[in-house]
């Protein structure tokens, strides 16, 4: 079972930054594709942003140009820069992980919060 290490959330104001990470462990089986997706409160599950271990990207159209993902495969880990935060960023953010043989695994999440 692939376990994650999640950090960087938290409350900013409009127009700051924060640094997401997530690393995973507990299984040897290499992560294909890591990302996040986030989830406000009474809102469906959207992909954030991500990225293959080739270095491929993926982001959503509400956060290109304001949020970088990138990871580091022998850490197993995966960053996300956000930049230029605003209010409607807010949600929890769930860490996750598709490996070679296709199998999802989601991190516990954590709250980003923006104030305006």
């Known amino acids: 079972q692939v376990q994650f290490v999640e950090s960087g959330g938290g409350l900013v104001q409009a127009g700051g930054s924060l640094r997401l990470s997530c690393t995973a462990s507990g299984s040897t089986v290499s992560k294909r594709v890591m990302g996040w997706y986030r989830q406000a409160p009474g809102k469906q599950r959207e992909l954030v942003a991500t990225i293959t271990s080739g270095g491929s990207t993926n982001y959503a159209d509400s956060v290109k140009g304001r949020f970088t993902i990138s990871r580091d495969n022998a850490k197993n880990t995966a960053y996300l820069q956000m930049n230029s935060l605003k209010p409607e960023d807010t949600a929890v953010y769930y860490c996750?992980?598709?490996?070679?043989?296709?199998?999802?695994?989601w991190g516990q999440g954590t709250q980003i919060t923006v104030s305006s």
């Open positions: 996750n992980a598709v490996n070679l043989f296709g199998k999802t695994d």
